[in-house]
């Protein structure tokens, strides 16, 4: 038996390949499903089963594609209700894999088909819990996602309470906790940047498995502090509840090169939002009009979710060449699934043709401490409003770029308007939305507030 935890960065998330005796599982697959079949492949075994631990809203999984290509069988926790062929476990039922097996445990609470699932060795020993969304590294699940009709957050939280005590604290200490997503994800609050850990360790210091909290006490902690779930999260349990179209279909429209001249006429002919994935740096110095920055070397994805509120949304790339198909497919992970072309050989095939560049102005820390003393300045902070409270520059307003969309009217448009945020990437962002809006006195400070905070440019906190 080997397993083996698929972790991506850009997610936080987990996905598992097991194999045991030429037979293979795949738990929570990512939206590409080619990584699993050549894994099976290099070592003659079959895919059998893809176990899916709840309908995931922080990205599209591949469990659907992976069942076509391999005839594996898909298997889903009590209640869920499927838009394509699917076994719906009982709460206990177990399946044979080669020579050990894996329990399906409903475990309701982050979402009311929420299950975690339980291998044994060929020996019954319990080896492993996969516990999807319901039990992280020194967290759990947020049960505020799948509230519907009548079933509140803190009903939610209340079942989420009663799974964890009575389906998984009374299992034995030493079996291995693997959940489905770690630091960085919007599906917990206070993650660690562990990926797995013992359940024994998580019942001494994950804050939710006290010994001595009440149903009460969890429900009050649980749901305290949640920030806004991202906007394309429904989208994403939807497509991952009813289906969705093939990654090969997806990969093959994006991956379509474009001269500059047939770039330009396709953005113009079909409204299409024009992304730019290169550095914040690259971005700076020369970029197409109207395009937006996200570069692909950050959270790239949950940034394009929650930036770009349609799914359906029409995406011409501009990338470094070569990078093409990674971005096409890192935007399908998420359910952007209608890129239409890329810019054939990058920026600088644009900048070759003479066609029109825009700029982002930048200055440096010290340079930006130069001008603070020399008057007045508009200055806005996109950090979150915790990081925001933790420090800040003397005067600066707090715009995050999360909510950048909502907060247009209050970005300054008459002066000239200096932007960070913690180091450049999200700061970046924001200066290309902005621009794209009509707002062009925009200037980037280098380094953000990491850098600033180094100078003699006073800052406050907030008690």
Known sequence: MKIEQIYTGCLAQGAYFIVSNGEAAVIDPLREVMPYIQKAEKIEARIKYVFETHFHADFVSGH????????????????AQTGFKAHIAKDGEEFELGDVKIKALHTPGHTMESTCYLLSDRNGKLVALFSGDTLFIGDVGRPDLAQKGDVTMEDLAGMLFDSLRNKVMPLPDDVTVYPAHGAGSACGKNMSKETSDSLGNQKRFNYALRADMT????IKEVTAGLPEPPQYFPENVRMNRDGYESIDDVLERG??????????ARA????????????????????VPNSINIGIEGSFAPWVGALIPDLKQKLLIITEPGKEEEVVTRLARV??????GYLNGGFDVWKASGKEVDVVDSVSAGEFAERFGSGEMEIVDVR?????AAGHIKGAK??????????MAEFPKNEKLYIHCAGGYRSMIAASILKSRGVDDVVNIDGGYGAVAKTNVPVLTEA
Request: glycine share 8%; charged share 30%; net charge negative.
């Open 64 to 79: 659907i594609d992976l069942a076509e290509k391999t005839g594996a069988e898909i298997i889903y926790g009590p209640g």
């Open 215 to 218: 149903k009460e006490e969890f």
């Open 255 to 264: 991956a379509q090169p474009l001269s500059p001249e047939a770039f330009e």
């Open 268 to 287: 113009n002919d079909t409204g299409a939002l024009i992304l730019d994935t290169r550095r914040p740096d690259d971005f700076a110095k020369g970029f």
């Open 335 to 340: 359910g952007y699934d209608y890129t239409i």
């Open 384 to 388: 979150k409003p915790d990081e925001f």
């Open 398 to 407: 707090n715009l995050p770029l999360d909510y950048i969309n909502d907060l």
